[in-house]
């Protein structure tokens, strides 16, 4: 990475650090509902970014190490606004619901736990992921509840370039070679079961009318503007069974476990460590 990029990623991180911190320390504390529906939020970018890192010092060209590398920065930084508001309700720190909670505990979508495969199975979920995130914040801007306004407005940003970025590769890959075609082909058929999992009206939506996002509205408009990316890549939209289950209630894809002993060895061996 070249040092413009690293200060460019520093002053990232910082920014996330300031927000985060701005959100522990206003004095703003959530309902025991709206922690539940952050918690689920903050759990879904944390998982993505998790997977994302991977593919730091392996992608296809160094651009995309960088890329990849800052699309996952992105999604950890969500996180941490997510998990910090969550945490007020409980008193817990971003770091106690991130590194101290046993798999079960976690509420991610099993979309952002599935394995990068090849990089065109990894342009196949970001482009269902960054899709469905670029609908569920331009809505959740409207919350009433002002900290998920702010934290959605922020989100939004990062999100419209994840979106950008995804789109880009499906149509290069997509009307590139048939080999690159039949690779993001197959990876669109491996994340496809997963999607109606986004557009589940999970537990406290109803508790929080205006206040949460209701999943089922957003996905009229997620599939227009996918199918039309998908087809305009000369691609095919998978029809495939959908995947089991769905409710956030604790039920997991095989990959959480895995995710989460890399993510919180290190915490878990050195509680309250600091550098």
């Given at each position: 990475?070249?040092?413009?990029?690293?200060?460019?990623?520093?002053?990232?991180?910082?920014?996330e650090s300031i927000?985060?911190?701005?959100?522990?320390?206003?004095?703003?504390?959530?309902?025991?509902?709206?922690?539940?529906?952050?918690?689920?939020?903050?759990?879904?970018?944390?998982?993505?970014?998790?997977?994302?890192?991977h593919w730091i010092?392996?992608?296809?060209?160094?651009?995309?190490?960088?890329?990849?590398?800052?699309?996952?920065?992105?999604?950890?930084?969500?996180?941490?606004?997510?998990?910090?508001?969550?945490?007020?309700?409980?008193?817990?720190?971003?770091?106690?619901?991130?590194?101290?909670?046993?798999?079960?505990?976690?509420?991610?979508?099993?979309?952002?736990?599935?394995?990068?495969?090849?990089?065109?199975?990894t342009i196949a979920?970001?482009?269902?992921?960054?899709?469905?995130?670029?609908?569920?914040?331009?809505?959740?801007?409207?919350?009433?509840?002002?900290?998920?306004?702010?934290?959605?407005?922020?989100?939004?940003?990062?999100?419209?370039?994840?979106?950008?970025?995804?789109?880009?590769?499906?149509?290069?890959?997509?009307?590139?070679?048939?080999?690159?075609?039949?690779?993001?082909?197959?990876?669109?058929?491996?994340?496809?079961?997963?999607?109606?999992?986004?557009?589940?009206?999970?537990?406290?939506?109803?508790?929080?009318?205006?206040?949460?996002?209701?999943?089922?509205?957003?996905?009229?408009?997620?599939?227009?503007?996918?199918?039309?990316?998908?087809?305009?890549?000369?691609?095919?939209?998978?029809?495939?069974?959908?995947?089991?289950?769905?409710?956030?209630?604790?039920?997991?894809?095989?990959?959480?476990?895995?995710?989460?002993?890399?993510?919180?060895?290190?915490?878990?061996?050195?509680?309250?460590?600091?550098?």
């Open positions: 990475m070249s040092y413009a990029s690293f200060e460019s990623a520093t002053r990232h991180s910082e920014g927000i985060a911190e701005d959100i522990a320390t206003s004095g703003v504390q959530a309902s025991e509902a709206v922690a539940r529906y952050a918690l689920a939020l903050g759990d879904d970018a944390l998982m993505l970014g998790q997977r994302l890192a010092s392996r992608a296809p060209e160094l651009e995309e190490d960088i890329a990849l590398g800052n699309i996952a920065l992105d999604l950890i930084g969500h996180a941490r606004f997510f998990l910090t508001y969550a945490g007020t309700a409980w008193g817990k720190t971003e770091d106690d619901l991130a590194y101290f909670r046993d798999e079960e505990e976690f509420r991610s979508v099993r979309l952002a736990e599935q394995e990068n495969g090849d990089f065109g199975q979920r970001q482009l269902i992921f960054s899709y469905y995130q670029y609908e569920l914040y331009t809505e959740l801007m409207k919350s009433e509840d002002p900290t998920l306004a702010a934290i959605a407005a922020k989100a939004l940003k990062e999100v419209e370039y994840h979106q950008d970025h995804a789109t880009a590769w499906a149509l290069r890959l997509g009307i590139g070679t048939e080999e690159a075609n039949r690779r993001l082909q197959e990876g669109l058929y491996y994340m496809w079961p997963y999607i109606d999992e986004l557009f589940y009206n999970f537990e406290p939506v109803a508790e929080l009318p205006g206040v949460a996002v209701v999943p089922s509205t957003l996905r009229a408009r997620f599939e227009e503007r996918l199918h039309a990316t998908i087809a305009e890549a000369q691609l095919q939209v998978p029809d495939v069974p959908q995947a089991r289950g769905g409710d956030r209630s604790g039920a997991m894809s095989e990959h959480r476990g895995h995710i989460l002993t890399e993510l919180q060895v290190l915490a878990r061996a050195h509680p309250g460590a600091t550098w």
